[in-house]
Nanobody, 121 residues
Framework: VQLQASGGGLVQSGGSLTLSCVVSGIAFSSNVMTWYRQAPGKQREWVAMITSGGSTNFVDAVKGRFTVSRDNAKSTVYLQMNNLKPEDTAVYYC????????????????WGQGTQVTVSS
């Protein structure tokens, strides 16, 4: 599987960004797509996920601020981030899993290039 995240950048607190992740090498539409992030000095954590059927779930820290969507025709998953906070500063990654119960776990995965999001106060 190849995973290419993009769309990060430097934004002021309260600003917005939309991340994209293009995926190849798998049956995209069958997979749960999950966004993760890794802040400096911290472990990678899941942030948001969207199932093959379009159901979404978010970690508490981003609920109400982030939305996740997918375009199966383009094999792309998006993360719309609003009202960004300095604590959202991290490298963001996407990944795929056929099992929604396993999708939030970071272990045992191959990772593509992430995209840096920096939120200034």
């Amino acid at each position: 599987v190849q995973l290419q995240a993009s769309g990060g950048g430097l934004v002021q607190s309260g600003g917005s960004l939309t991340l994209s992740c293009v995926v190849s090498g798998i049956a995209f539409s069958s997979n749960v797509m999950t966004w993760y992030r890794q802040a400096p000095g911290k472990q990678r954590e899941w942030v948001a996920m969207i199932t093959s059927g379009g159901s979404t779930n978010f970690v508490d820290a981003v609920k109400g601020r982030f939305t996740v969507s997918r375009d199966n025709a383009k094999s792309t998953v998006y993360l719309q981030m609003n009202n960004l906070k300095p604590e959202d500063t991290a490298v963001y990654y996407c990944n795929a899993d056929l099992n929604p119960l396993r999708a939030r776990f970071v272990g045992g995965r191959s990772w593509g290039q992430g995209t840096q999001v920096t939120v200034s106060s």
